[in-house]
């Protein structure tokens, strides 16, 4: 496995669409140069990297017994301890001291190999034999430097060559040429410092000087606006702009202000055509890259009215000009004109708002309201000149909670009583406003750090967490024949932009200037025209388009549902098959799609059975194919049907089907054959392949061997078999994802199935993987319930089909590593042949180009898509975030939860490429370095003890958590099937539920009450405080709640106050209650009604259904219980305060 693992994004739009204008008349529209990322990158934040490895032993997680330490309360006011007593015969963990090096570095990591290519998150081949100490794939690379930290990540695999032929009809965005041919050779240019000729940095880039960014004020809501009026010449009333910035550059010199004519004089150099168009090659891809392969998502054929290209915007060749530099104004202005029409001009400016407290929930913010009107001081500068305000604005004057030192040593009760909330980007309040919701788009530092050098001292992990087809209240929709978009990097407008006049507005990602096409000059919401900062793609920035034409290259597919099913003796002993059965049926008319909508059915043992549910037959017909080694479709065009023409059949099949094979004694499992069959049926369409699986495939091709030895569950020493047995499945996908399938798997099993090799067909096609282990339909009635409701789910949610996702971020910033379950195509480009709602993925950054000239950059996804109802849409999500230019700026800003969340998908990433045992020392240094470089550079006064900002105060916590968490734990049973699932879901879960899978909230819930309760919808739901997890928070008279995301367990303490067993649990005493009760009863008492609120409450805020265990000290699922107390040791590894010294102690080195 590689860096740029599982990742699939996905949507749902609602809300009213917007009508673009009086008329929608289609635009004249010419083709424009595109941009890629340059993937010349200076070295990124990795602190993955493979350092000298320390000893192993029991220093973090012995195999042995300890020695007596203190235990977790003893909390030291004194003299803080700086080591503790090891096992006996096994040395501490250490590490060596900072700084060391080692002998060689690796050049600067430039274009990977030329052609479509796998990432180095997705390519996957069995790895040759990797040091211990090595983050890469390939022996002969050479290691990078200690703490090189953001170096980008290498390519970790064959690039796949670019001989394949295009297969099966061209599609939306489907790279023809992207198969799988076996690796290319290294060569040189793969490793060399320099692009290759034809990989530029960034073609088309604005080279203005470094412009203070200006905030959205000057509005006013809409409705309220003048009058529509007639379009006139731009007439300026006063100086356009402000004071330039302070130290320009030298080689730049500022301009006379714009007077209504052209910028500039100068003549731009000839556009590259951006081969994504077709035309001339461009210098981000390849030569040999296929001119349709992503036509529809960055450049249709044509493109909205942005008129003959700028003079102010040139192509860069390797990070050189390649045309004389170009002046730009010295003020940069973000939705905004520099000087503003009569009756624009009437008002005076409140002063600039401080930024929101981190405790405010900014989630609800970004795109509900529309920003107030921010008023114009009266002849002084632009009204919406930022410098000042942002030069008066300090994070450490603003925010001094976050970067208040706490001795982690000494300060017991860091966990907050409420969940950790995201932090507020110290933007002015007008910008802030209109920023992306944290739930949707979250960066690790919300303060970017002006150069490399900066990122490299905080030594803290820079990268963006996204949920981009996230379920939405509230989801602005624009119909419009006229996407504006900027003509060179293909940025979408949104509220980051910069309005220089009526006319024309400034690309905040690129600085090229564009010009406003004539439509976008209506405002629908307001109907007036002539006011374009007002429309809804300038005032939200999270938006959906509904796109023309030009975004398509073939007509939107249907909604296709194709069901496999394991029909084996094991899977009809489960008993899944009868509730899989019910679950479609009570389900059928809630599938999303539309009068097109096909379904058909594959089950499957020994051998591959299809069903015939041609219209006109009075039953189905089952056809059965034994040869699986020659897979072929016995009739074509009956075996997937028109759901609203066959309905009859269809129900008639699901109610015969579990009785069909009720007697069945075949033992054997043919899934690879039927996936191949599954994948021939689908190609001409593409849609979405759900395969039910209860065993390990053990007949044809894809057959897999066990490979877990029960006995080393327990092993503290390296985990075994964390990549996959075989290619079979992963070379599968690659094909399901060039043909626009994407396979989900239902792993529903006692036995080991090798999910890390079944899990492929999912994470390249951009699927999902659902595990029930042990799951019965008698002896787990738990888990069938959770079957149920995740199907119902499953079954209803939104789709989109064919979809494409890319991101874009600020020039001088790069992206280089994908976490998720999605193939990358082109070098950013990520296909996704389903997208769902409850997908998230992340990406890591680094900073190609030093940002002293700005201070703000923003990041946008746009995620083109096929609705179930036939629509092309695109999502797109922007965000804006500050500059700093100090290092107690980048801690200030700091998202603890974020950067959690990516040292986890990295480290799943390093498990499989290395081995587990580096995963866990680099994260364990990963919380060294930051507090190391914390106490070295942003601490104005040295003090003894473990010292740490506040947003970082639960850093080293998390990240114990981590290497207690099932994915990466040492020394207690897991079994191979659940870590790998554990590590799916860290990589592919939205962040707010993999936090919970990381650190569960614990809930004392025997005494809730109204006070401080929240009421939704006509209920009351309590908010008790969440608490420690440590047994000492526990206690004999109680009952505790720990909610860990996809389980949650209701522990009873021996004594509890009999109220709480009569009035919730309905049992007389303690004695009474059942071993195995998974379900609250409904009783008619007010502390029934209270207990039963908030457990619903919690399960409601999440699309999976998290079983409930109500357990007591006899419980089986005690121990699990008792496990997740992650601040207290165990055989096997440190408590909280052991681990606290430890990492003091490796500081104090």
Known sequence: MSTAGFNSQNGTGTGQTYANGPTQNPVALQQTPGVGYSMNHQQAYNPMQAKAPAPPGPGLYPSGPYQPIPPISSYLLGPQVTSYPSSPGHPLLTRPPMGATPSHTPPLSASPIPGPRMPPAQATPPPPAVSSSSYYQNPQQPMAPVWQYNAATPPMGPAPSMNTPPRGPVTNHVNQAAGLAGPLPQSAAVYSSAPPPHMSSRPAQFSGPGLPPTSMHGYTQPGTAPPPMAPQAYQPVRPAYGPPPTGPPSSMKPTLPPTGTSVASATPPPPNVDAQCGGVVPNVLPPTEPDFQEGDIECPGTVAGNGPQAANSYNHVDNRMAGPTQPAPPGRHLGHYPSLPPGYQNTSAPPVNPPMHPAMQAATQPYTQAPQPFQQPPGGPGPAQLSPSMAAMSLQSNTPEALRVVNLLQERNLLPPSPVSAPTPCLPQDLQKLNCSPEVFRSTLTSIPQTQALLNKAKMPLGLLLHPFKDLSQLPVVTSSTIVRCRSCRTYINP?????????????????????????????????????????????ATIEFIAPSEYMLRPPQPAVYLFVLDVSHNAVETGFLSVFCQSVLDNIDALPGDSRTKVGFITFDSTIHFYNLQEGLSQPQMLIVSDIEDIFLPTPDSLLVNLNECKELVQDLLKSLPSLFEKTMETQSALGSALQAAFKLLSPTGGRMSVFQTQLPNLGVGALQSREDPNQRASSKDIQHLSPATDFYKKLALDCSGQQVAVDLFLLSAQYCDMASLGCISRYSA?????????????????????????????????????VMRIRCTKGLSIHTFHGNFFVRSTDLLSLPNVNPDAGFAVQMSIEENLDDMQVVSFQAALLYTSSKGERRIRVHTLCLPVANSVSDIFAGADVQAITGLLACMAVDRSVTASLSDARDAMINASIDSLSSYRQFALTIQQPGLLAPTCLRLFPLYILALLKQKAFRTGTSTRLDERMFAMYQLKYQPLAFAMLMIHPALYRVDDLTDEGALNINERTIPQPAILQLSVEKLSR???????????????????????????????????????????????????????????????????????????????????????SMIEDRTESALSYYEFLLHVQQQISK
């Open 496 to 540: 980051f932009v910069s309005f220089l006049d009526q006319r024309r507005w400034k690309c905040n990602l690129c600085y090229r200037v564009n010009d406003v096409p004539e439509e976008f000059m209506y405002n629908p919401v307001s109907r007036s025209y002539g006011e374009p900062h007002k429309r809804p793609e300038v005032q939200n």
């Open 767 to 803: 699927g999902s993987v659902y595990y029930y282990p042990s799951y019965h339909h008698r002896h787990n009635p738990a888990q069938v319930e959770r079957f149920q409701k995740d199907l119902k789910r499953y079954l209803t949610r939104k789709i989109g089909f064919e979809a």
């Open 1037 to 1123: 008279e109680g009952a505790f709640l720990m909610d860990a995301g996809t389980v949650m367990y209701l522990w009873i303490g021996r004594n509890c106050h009999p109220n709480f067993l009569t009035q919730v649990l309905g049992v007389p005493n303690y004695a009474a209650l059942p071993d195995n009760l998974y379900l609250l009863p409904e009783l008619d008492t007010a502390e029934s009604q209270r207990t039963r609120a908030f457990i619903g409450w919690l399960r409601d805020q999440r699309p999976f259904f998290p079983s409930l265990h109500i357990i007591r000290d006899e419980s089986q699922l005690k121990p699990v219980f008792m496990q």
